[in-house]
């Protein structure tokens, strides 16, 4: 069983950086692949960034590519993700998640978190 908290969302101004995190908790941890999620009002959630259990391979939706950055810390059981370059259209709810398969297919995932706002705005 694995327990996934986000933290680090907020208000931040077109072209801002934020960095949200994702603690993990259960024994398992090094073993999943993890991924970012995130769901806009009205829309999908959608795919944004994942990472294989060593950390040595990421994945990323085209529109977040050379902006945002995912890395993972099995030592704290910790996931981030570095946003920058934001844009109003990044604004979202982003949920980050635990499980194995298919990085881009949020059924793969078997463990999720609650969910840190996000929001771009001038």
């Known amino acids: 069983q694995v327990q996934l908290e986000e933290s680090g969302g907020g208000l931040v101004q077109p072209g801002g950086s934020l960095r949200l995190s994702c603690a993990a908790s259960?024994?398992?941890?090094?073993?999943?692949?993890m991924g970012w999620f995130r769901q806009a009002p009205g829309k999908e959630r959608e795919f944004v960034a994942g990472?294989?259990?060593?950390?040595?391979?990421?994945y990323y939706t085209d529109s977040v590519k050379g902006r945002f950055t995912i890395s993972r810390d099995t030592a704290k059981n910790t996931v981030y993700l570095q946003m920058n370059s934001l844009k109003f259209e990044d604004t979202a709810v982003y949920y980050c998640?635990?499980?194995?398969?298919?990085?881009?297919?949020?059924?793969?995932?078997?463990?999720w978190g609650q969910g840190t706002q996000v929001t771009v705005s001038s």
């Open positions: 998640a635990a499980g194995w398969g298919n990085y881009y297919d949020m059924r793969t995932y078997a463990y």
């Open positions: 990472i294989n259990w060593s950390g040595g391979n990421a």
């Open positions: 259960g024994p398992t941890f090094s073993s999943y692949a």
